[in-house]
Nanobody, 122 residues
Framework: QVRLVESGGGLVQAGGSLRLSCAASGRTFSNYAVAWFRQAPGKEREFVAAITWSDNTLYAASVKGRFTISRDNARNTNYLQMNSLKPEDTAVYSC????????????????WGQGTQVTVSS
């Protein structure tokens, strides 16, 4: 059974940093892309960042230059480093995985984690 487990969320002041982790188990994720999405209360889920198996990355305009996605294929783990956090970054962050190239559409992803809460205070 494939599992994605996020960790690293929490409460941070505006301008601070957090690093989210997403550990995958249950299969080898060769040639799988990984992405992070977020959903704030009362809002639709939105794409944040994605990375392919070969380390090609894509970022939402709202986080580009502040967030960095990376992966450690040997550990089946990917990371989202979030710097210069803003109150509008407050949301539940979820990682997801799909075969092949990344997509900004969540419906194209096959595997999802449960999510981790990130709260940024002003």
């Amino acid at each position: 059974q494939v599992r994605l487990v996020e960790s690293g969320g929490g409460l941070v002041q505006a301008g601070g940093s957090l690093r989210l982790s997403c550990a995958a188990s249950g299969r080898t994720f060769s040639n799988y892309a990984v992405a992070w999405f977020r959903q704030a209360p009362g809002k639709e889920r939105e794409f944040v960042a994605a990375i392919t198996w070969s380390d090609n990355t894509l970022y939402a305009a709202s986080v580009k230059g502040r967030f960095t996605i990376s992966r450690d294929n040997a550990r089946n783990t990917n990371y989202l480093q979030m710097n210069s956090l803003k109150p509008e970054d407050t949301a539940v962050y979820s990682c997801a995985s799909k075969y092949g190239r990344w997509s900004v559409s969540g419906i194209e992803y096959d595997y999802w984690g449960q999510g981790t809460q990130v709260t940024v205070s002003s």
